[in-house]
């Protein structure tokens, strides 16, 4: 499940990148009221803690992402 919750939140960071770069939206920041807000600040360390917590899949076995993904 934990992995599923970061995998969700790093996609929606990485598509809020991607306005960034294509648009110059950041997305998040639009929605909440700013880069500054209290909430967007939530979501980018949300997406941070998620980036940290996917590292692991680089260093786990197949066995174990297999059974992660049986979830």
Do not use: P
Not at 27 to 51: D, H, K, P, Q, T
């Amino acid at each position: 499940m934990w992995d599923k919750i970061a995998l969700a939140l790093l996609i929606i960071g990485g598509v809020n990148w991607g306005l960034v770069g294509i648009f110059g939206l950041d997305l998040v920041a639009w929605m909440f009221g700013g880069a500054g807000s209290l909430i967007a600040r939530a979501v980018y360390i949300l997406v941070a803690i998620s980036a940290v917590w996917c590292i692991s899949f680089l260093f786990r076995r197949d066995e174990e992402l297999a059974y992660s993904r049986a979830d």
